[in-house]
């Protein structure tokens, strides 16, 4: 929704190398800056920022893209968040597209709650710090717990006083709405009067992905039988507690270099994970995971090692989401603290160090801890055992991504042996749950096309059977097959250069004489070049170019380098980091240039880009006109034919002459 007029303002004032400059430590290095890569570990700098050419390579683990990519990549932004992120680093003020009244009062209360959750994590932190109740008793709970000064500020932990309504008084002084105040949870109402939600209570913020406050978590610290020991703040139009992780911000950097999310149930096991050096650990807030959490654990690793006290209720709160986590493709284990312990407690004890080792040498495999863990509920009860069966073969049916099929495999393998059955018959237990979920996901597919009054894509008259859909689940000793890579076209390289010509070329002068510019001459030509094009990302990016350039607004280089499309982006990207080495001696004695962008050379490389895609279809005519003529059994049929391929060929080589050369092969 932000306004294209926005977008190009942003995009004129970025410097890749102040942005990435303000995450890695750069060193310039001839043309361009070298730093340790971010994302991965690194002893010797491989990461090249280019400031010319507004993109970043390492040459260690191959990851590159431009500003906005960088920040996508390393911060976990969306396009949208990255682009606020830089308008407000730059004082770009952001004009936004016409939206519904609906939409822009729910904009308008998200920023509302967000300004009053800042305001009151700043009057928590100071109230901690700077009143004698805070340090009394917030402060040396904290430090009793064993966190440093550093610590507290990092997670920026706070105490509200232990009074009625010292918070909403200071609060209503600033001005702050009261029904906004009570939505947060920060005030709640009591024999009419507003009072503070979390006095008595130590302060643990909750943030985004991007360091905005969601909401609190609030502790208390005295013995009550009729306060909980946690409270959290309510699911508002900002916090669904769903979809929220404690400790995110603070841990997706090493979450991504270390390629694995520690996963624990309380703020302090954050916290003192963190405070030792373990920094890859998010909370659960003792809640049962939710697809939604699973998703944003995703976003960084697949790799997920769930940490839980090794009393039962521990075991039973970490097989809960188990079967959430296969279904999203993550590698789940499970790593059981010893008994008395939690993660806070335990690596406290034994220092960083053990804490990591204890976990390499601990975790195990979640499905095969599973079934070892119900096998010895089980024993000897011949029912059990078969419902334990039906559960594990239904676990192991959720592994359903292609490119996990052999660990799927394995898994029937490895349960049949310690169920002692066989394992053709856990096979077919495991596709007998494959199609009932597939069958179930094609009604529901069906229902929502017949309630939309269309016709279903599947399982009705003249339509696909599930068997059809999926064969790899439904003939037995079959497979799903790898997705073959597609064939690099030999031709891209051809369509790539008129891409280059346009965007670094487009506003220049083709013709002074007759004021034409290079996108002129390229759109004024009789050819479509979008539908002469075979790559789908320079389809892209003519049409986007050629739809402004109708209206009078043609869209220059940065405009598709920063383009939200990251495939349209990181092909420009590639595209536009062509080096500008110098040409082959042929070419350079021809056109009298050093390089292809010196003096006129764009004139003369439009030329040629858009001569071959025309060429390239004149030879295709050819092909097709003379398997015509092979095929013809008319005389006046093979007659045309001849004529039809005298005059394409003629066509073909007034156009080579045109160009300078041959290059129709």
């Known amino acids: 929704m932000i306004s294209q007029n926005t977008i190009q303002q942003i995009l004129n004032r970025i410097d890749i190398v102040e942005i990435v400059g303000s995450f890695v430590k750069l060193k310039k290095r001839g043309a361009n800056y070298m730093g340790l890569c971010p994302f991965h570990n690194e002893k010797s700098p491989s990461f090249t920022v280019s400031g010319s050419k507004e993109i970043y390579k390492c040459f260690g683990c191959g990851k590159s893209g431009n500003t906005i990519n960088f920040l996508m990549e390393h911060e976990k932004y969306s396009y949208v968040e990255a682009l606020r992120w830089l308008a407000a680093k730059y004082n770009v003020e952001i004009e936004e597209k016409e939206v519904s009244p609906e939409v822009k009062a729910r ?12 305001f009151a994590r700043d009057y928590f932190v100071k109230t901690l710090h700077e009143t004698e109740e805070g340090q009394n008793v917030g402060l040396s709970y904290f430090e009793e717990r064993g966190f440093t000064e550093e610590t507290v500020k990092k997670f920026q932990l706070g105490y509200c006083l232990n009074l009625r309504d010292a918070f909403v008084r200071e609060a209503q002084h600033k001005g702050y709405n009261m029904e906004l105040l009570q939505k947060t949870g920060l005030v709640t109402i009591r024999n009419d009067q507003p009072a503070d939600n979390y006095r008595g209570r130590v302060i643990f913020p909750i943030h985004n992905q991007s360091g905005k406050v969601l909401g609190f978590g609030a502790r208390i610290l005295v013995k009550s039988d009729r306060a909980p020991k946690y409270i959290n703040s309510p699911e508002n139009d900002i ?10 911000y603070f841990a997706r950097h090493a979450i991504d270099k270390q390629d694995e999310c520690l996963l624990v149930e309380g703020y302090t096991d954050v916290v003192s994970l963190h405070q030792a050096g373990v920094e890859n650990v998010v909370a659960s807030s003792g809640t049962s995971l939710t697809t939604d959490q699973l998703r944003l654990i995703k976003k960084y690793t697949r790799n997920l090692t769930i940490l839980y006290d090794g009393d039962n209720a521990g075991v039973k709160a970490a097989l809960r989401g188990l079967d959430m986590a296969i279904e999203e493709g993550l590698n789940v284990k499970l790593a059981l603290i010893p008994d008395n312990e939690d993660p806070d407690s335990y690596v406290r004890k034994i220092g960083a160090e053990g804490f990591r080792q204890f976990i390499a040498d601990n975790k195990q495999d979640f499905i095969l801890f599973k079934l070892q863990v119900s096998l010895k509920e089980a024993g000897n009860d011949t029912t059990k055992k078969s419902q334990l069966v039906n559960e594990i073969a239904e676990t192991i049916a959720r592994i359903d991504k292609v490119e996990d099929f052999t660990k799927q495999q394995d898994y029937i393998r490895q349960c049949s042996q310690l169920l002692k059955i066989d394992e053709e018959g856990m096979v077919t237990l495991v596709n007998k749950y494959i199609r009932d979920r597939l069958t179930k996901q094609a009604t529901q597919e069906q229902n929502r096309f017949k309630n939309r009054g269309q016709d279903a894509p599947a399982g009705e008259e003249g339509g696909p059977s599930l068997a059809e859909m999926y064969p790899e689940y439904f003939d037995e000793g079959t497979q799903p097959d790898a997705v073959p890579e597609n064939l690099f076209n030999k031709d891209e390289k051809q369509e790539r250069e008129l891409v280059k010509v346009l965007l670094r070329f487009g506003d220049m002068m083709f013709d002074e004489e007759q004021k034409i510019t290079v996108a002129d001459y390229i759109f004024h030509l009789p050819y479509d070049f979008e539908s002469l094009a075979d790559s789908e990302v320079v389809k892209k990016i ?23 499309d990251p495939d349209i982006s990181k092909n420009v990207a590639l595209i536009l980091e062509d080096k500008e080495a110098e040409l082959s001696a042929n070419w350079r004695d021809r056109f009298e240039i050093k390089t292809i962008y010196g003096d006129d050379a764009f004139v003369k490389d439009t030329v040629s880009a858009t001569h ?53 092969k």
């Open 542 to 564: 003519l049409h986007e170019y050629k739809a402004q350039y109708d209206q009078g607004a043609p869209l220059d280089k940065k405009w598709f380098l920063y383009h939200q």
């Open 107 to 118: 904009q308008q209360l998200a920023d509302s709650l967000f300004i009053i959750n800042n």
């Open 612 to 664: 071959y895609l025309i060429l390239r279809k004149i030879r295709k005519l050819i092909e097709e006109n003379q398997q015509e003529l092979k095929d013809a059994t008319d005389f006046d049929v093979a007659r045309k034919c001849i004529e039809m391929d005298i005059q394409l060929k003629q066509m073909a080589k007034e156009l080579t002459d045109k160009v300078g050369t041959v290059i129709i």
């Open 239 to 248: 916090y669904v507690k769903s979809k929220v992780l404690y400790g995110t």
